[in-house]
């Protein structure tokens, strides 16, 4: 409604200004009227009084424009502001009819808080004051009269305190409450603040919703005490529930079987004081006071007593409500008691078979006591009976290779001369032997070592190619001379494993896959799976029977006694694989030929690093190469110096340190030691090498012969970078090794 009165107040504003520009006009043209007749009455010249004459006629004719012009824009500005009045009626016609169209009540109070509308559904809520309602009226007069003539249900009681809420309820004026009113309606009376600080309020009716909303509470409260008495029904324990006044509200039909009572028992006695008569008096029940009414106010908790009537025993709990009223539970625990009876006698046999039972169980694990002590020294003594093997193979590993040692030395040097063809046949058969005689000693060795624990697995990151393509190198001269095709793969694959025990792992699968074979191939495969690389060795020699695969992991088992070997080499397998937790497998059938096979875990790579030992150094003859040979043995000195001559070197050959550095005069020095790592007297060639370096002033070239295959003595010969030849002595590796160390 202020948006169609400020057109009209700025029409009437215009009009005021437009009259009073008028009221000026008017005033001046009078003056100038009056001006020219007085100049026609005084003498004077007639040209002056014309051409006066002719600028007043100038001035009025300007004059009456401008008031024409004025007259106008004043009959345009009524014109506009009974147009603007027009609307601004209508507008407020069309407001009125929208507000009365509506259903919900409508009422605006203006910033001070005075009634300016409302329609005909407001004034439907307080039927008894409607007559009394009108515009300008403030909200308080309006709740003030309400609350007199008790319209809302809460000014029954405290009118004042109800218009003291209601105040502050509208004062706030944000959303939504509902009131109850005296006639049974219920008003749901939403408040908001318009933008000019009035206040607009729509009352809707929800006596309906109200009435809707208590149904479906009734209707959930009966499906509840249906519920409710189901659950009881389906109880066991019989239950009674009486109200404030004792009499009988709910009850269950365990309830009547249990006490007996009849049908209509809740019509004819259904109170507290009926059940009470009869559980005692006609029961005989002593409750123990389980049964008093306990009223309000007095005691809550609840109460439980074990009574007996006549033949039976009842379970009995009461519970006082907090509002009032009383619950009572009877249970029948009648044979509950006899079951537990008999599980008491039961339990006091069982007990005393377990006290039976206990006593010969304590006999049997004393007697067990005993066996365990009697296994625990029988395992001491198998493990110090494995140590002592280990032990002995240790020390005698030295005794074992050294005549070995000098033997194979004899033989070679024998093998480098001219000899005849006899001679020269014996002397090759005399090789065969001495290496299936170190063949076997470095079997039984490895084994032992592995059952021993002393070869621990060293884990490390590896190319599985290059491993291969060194096992290409050794066996491919060895298939060759068979007459089999050896295939490898090549791919460059990564693995995490001990190289060592895998290269041994490989190459006993390669030596038996060419021992077994006739004819044909043999193929090395890598395949990567979900668990990581899979290593076979397949040949397509005479297979194995199914009953037979699991033998062929044991110690000296041979299936085919026409070939060479020693029955060793998967026993070594077998016992490697277990130590890495490397899985073997073995797919073979008679007349298949077989496939061994390795699971290997997938390593990261890393960056290779160069042996400088492996980087062959310039070639060029041994001839007049300055050796010292350190040994304790005559026999190897004697061996080492025929050897090593026959290759055109000077050897010298020493017991020990004293006799070594006596060989030579001062500032002088031999080209490169090789020496032995056990000496006499507890001597190692390790320590004397010091000695002999420090003694020599300079950092001779060095090569330890040792039959220890240790890893602790490899690691600290390699941190010094001396390199390590195992016993017995190839003649090959000791002149390839030399050979190397030539710069």
Request: overall charge negative; proline content about 3%; some cysteine.
């Amino acid at each position: 409604m202020s948006e169609v009165a400020l057109p009209a107040a700025q029409s009437d504003s215009e009009l005021d200004s437009l009259r009073e520009e008028v009221r000026k006009l008017r005033k001046i043209n009078a003056a100038l009227i009056d001006r020219v007749e007085r100049s026609s009455d005084m003498a004077g010249n007639a040209f002056s009084m014309f051409e006066t004459a002719i600028t007043l006629e100038a001035m009025v004719r300007d004059r009456t424009i401008e008031l024409e012009d004025a007259l106008g824009r004043l009959a345009k500005a009524n014109a506009d502001l009974a147009d603007a009045h027009d609307k601004a009626e209508a507008a407020q016609i069309r407001l009125r009819d929208a507000i009365a169209s509506i259903n919900e009540g409508f009422v605006l109070f203006d910033a001070d808080d005075r009634l300016v509308l409302f329609n005909e559904a407001y004034l439907g809520f307080w039927p008894e004051i409607a007559d009394q309602v009108r515009e300008g009226l403030s909200f308080e007069e309006v709740a003030r009269l309400a609350a007199a003539y008790h319209q809302p249900l809460g000014s029954v009681v405290a009118p004042d305190r109800w218009v003291s809420d209601r105040l502050a309820r509208h004062s706030v004026a944000d959303g939504g409450h509902v009131h109850a009113l005296a006639d049974g309606r219920w008003v749901q009376i939403n408040e908001l603040r318009t933008s000019e600080g009035g206040i607009v309020g729509i009352y809707t009716d929800i006596t309906e919703v109200k009435a809707e909303d208590a149904r479906d509470r009734a209707l959930e409260l009966a499906e509840r005490n249906l519920v409710l008495q189901a659950t009881l029904d389906n109880l066991s324990e019989g239950v009674c529930l009486f109200d404030a006044q004792g009499r009988v509200a709910a009850w269950n039909e365990a309830l009547q079987h249990l006490l007996g009572l009849p049908d209509d028992w809740a019509q004819e006695s259904g109170t507290h004081a009926a059940l009470v008569t009869l559980c005692r008096d006609r029961m005989g029940m002593a409750d123990q006071g389980c049964l008093d009414w306990r009223g309000h106010g007095q005691r809550s908790d609840s109460m439980h007593a074990l009574v007996q009537a006549g033949e039976r025993s009842y379970e009995l709990r009461s519970t006082a409500l907090e509002r009032g009223g009383q619950v009572i539970g009877f249970t029948d625990v009648t044979d509950m008691l006899r079951a537990q009876a008999s599980l008491q006698e039961t339990a006091e046999n069982l007990e005393r078979r377990v006290a039976d039972r206990t006593a010969e169980l304590l006999a049997e694990v004393a007697e067990r006591r005993e066996i365990e002590g009697q296994l625990r020294d029988a395992k001491t003594a198998a493990e110090k009976a494995n140590l002592s093997k280990t032990s002995f193979l240790a020390a005698a590993s030295h005794d074992l290779l050294q005549p070995l040692n000098a033997a194979r030395l004899f033989v070679a040097a024998l093998g480098d001369r001219r000899l005849a063809l006899p001679t020269r046949a014996l002397v090759n058969q005399t090789s065969t032997a001495l290496d299936s005689v170190e063949d076997l000693l470095e079997a039984l060795l490895e084994i032992s070592r592995l059952d021993a624990g002393a070869i621990q697995p060293k884990i490390g990151d590896f190319r599985l190619d290059t491993l291969l393509g060194t096992l290409r190198v050794e066996f491919a001269p060895v298939a060759r001379a068979a007459g089999l095709t050896l295939h490898i793969a090549s791919d460059p694959i990564w693995i995490r494993s001990d190289i060592r025990l895998v290269r041994r792992i490989l190459q006993n699968f390669l030596s038996n896959a060419l021992r077994y074979t006739q004819r044909g191939s043999v193929t090395v495969d890598c395949r990567a799976n979900a668990g990581g690389v899979r290593v076979s060795v397949t040949d397509s020699g005479p297979g194995i029977a199914p009953d037979k695969q699991a033998l062929v992991f044991e110690e000296f088992r041979r299936l085919d006694t026409r070939t060479s070997g020693k029955g060793l080499g998967l026993a070594i397998v077998k016992r490697a694989s277990d130590m890495l937790g490397h899985r073997v497998t073995l797919e073979s059938a008679p007349g298949k030929g077989a496939t061994f096979a390795i699971d290997l875990p997938v390593g990261e790579p890393v960056a290779e690093q160069v042996n400088g030992w492996d980087t062959p150094g310039r070639d060029r003859t041994m001839r007049g190469l300055n050796l010292l040979v350190i040994d304790n043995e005559r026999a190897i000195q004697t061996g080492m110096r025929t050897l090593l001559g026959g290759w055109g070197c000077t050897v010298q050959t020493a017991g020990g340190f004293a006799e070594a550095t006596a060989l030579f005069a001062h500032g002088q020095a031999p080209d490169v030691i090789l020496i032995d790592y056990h000496l006499n007297d507890g001597e190692t060639g390790e320590a004397t090498l010091a000695q002999l370096r420090d003694h020599f002033g300079a950092a001779v070239p060095a090569i330890m012969i040792s039959a220890d295959r240790g890893k602790e003595l490899k690691a600290r010969l390699d941190a010094q970078g001396t390199p390590l030849l195992n016993k017995p002595v190839k003649p090959a590796q000791l002149r390839a090794l030399l050979r190397t160390m030539l710069k």
